[in-house]
């Protein structure tokens, strides 16, 4: 099978590569770039693990080909961490509100709401629910990864998070 010329900007970075046409853009992540934050789940677009940034949207990069990104502008998990290598706002609101347990959805999930809160800076609990509806967590019940989504949006904006009374 004759093989694609790709040019996609990843994290900043120019990279230049040949695909097979039928080469998902997670495969294309993971295994010919080593990009392994993006994890595989379902290959359905179901889970949201594979969840990145493409122009300025959130794709399951499990359901969409390497080809089709060619040109494009694509941030993974690992493109979130500020230049000096310290947390990006996100990353640090899910560590210290506990907004993940085994780790699984977390690039995806992370990933998705920080496009979310491009979308939708100052979110309400509906909105963040609703936003990040097409990212499943098996685990945590959903309650601190909307609790630690708030706190990064407090901060984004320049105000203290204060938690809701339970």
Not at 12 to 19: D, F, P, R, S
Not at 118 to 141: F, H, K, M, V, W
């Amino acid at each position: 099978m004759a093989k694609s010329h790709v040019k996609i900007k990843i994290n900043g970075k120019e990279v230049e590569a040949l695909v097979e046409p039928r080469t998902l853009l997670i495969h294309f992540l993971r295994e010919q770039i080593g990009l392994t934050g993006p994890h595989i789940g379902c290959e359905t677009t179901h889970c949201g693990a594979c969840t990145v940034d493409l122009d300025g949207k959130s794709v399951k990069s499990c359901t969409m080909f390497a080809v089709q990104a060619d040109g494009a502008d694509l941030v993974t998990i690992e493109g979130m961490a500020n230049a000096d290598g310290s947390l990006h706002v996100l990353q640090e609101a899910f560590r210290e509100h506990h907004g993940l347990q085994c780790g699984f959805c977390t690039p995806g999930m992370i990933t998705r709401a920080h496009r979310l809160l491009q979308e939708i800076p100052d979110p309400s609990e509906t909105e963040i629910r609703y936003g990040i509806a097409g990212n499943l967590c098996r685990c945590t019940g959903y309650q601190n990864i909307v609790k630690a989504i708030q706190a990064a949006a407090a901060k984004l904006n320049g105000r203290e998070f204060k938690e809701a009374a339970e």
